[in-house]
């Protein structure tokens, strides 16, 4: 297991979702959705700051065919910036083919209608994010996906 802290995000336009794993844990869990805008990067850093990750690792969504799209773009652009923002810790990005999907489909199950879902939907996908990469830091004993490089 790490010996760190991990985050998950996955990064929207709207709406940003953030998940945690603890030192040693390998169980991921929601912990806030961040409004996306100007006070993003700001809101993100005060979590890192909390949470004091190893890595941080950003959902990137590639289409089904796996090819980077307009939202994957989006995303490795704010992944960038948030690499900048919170240097030294590692931003990597890891796929997250149909996370949010997953996620209905979890909150479905425990009863949550999809009109109720809305305000936990990002964080939920956020925890899919983190819990894959998770699950391949422990099949591999690697930090899964690619590192973001900063800009700085």
Known sequence: MPDSARLGVDWGKARIGIAAAGARTSFAYPVQTV???????GALRAVV?????????????INLRGEYGP????????????ADSIAPTEVRLV????????ASRSLGSAGR???????????????????AALDAEARTGLPAGEVVEREV
């Open 35 to 41: 409004t996306a805008g100007p006070a993003e990067l």
């Open 95 to 102: 796929d997250e083919r149909m996370s949010t999907a997953a």
């Open 71 to 82: 939202a994957a773009e989006f995303v490795i652009a704010r992944a960038r910036a948030l």
């Open 49 to 61: 700051e909390e949470y004091e990750p190893g890595i941080v690792y950003v959902g990137l969504p």
């Open 113 to 131: 209608s999809t009109r109720s879902q809305r305000g936990i939907i990002d964080q939920a996908a956020a925890v899919e994010i983190l819990q």
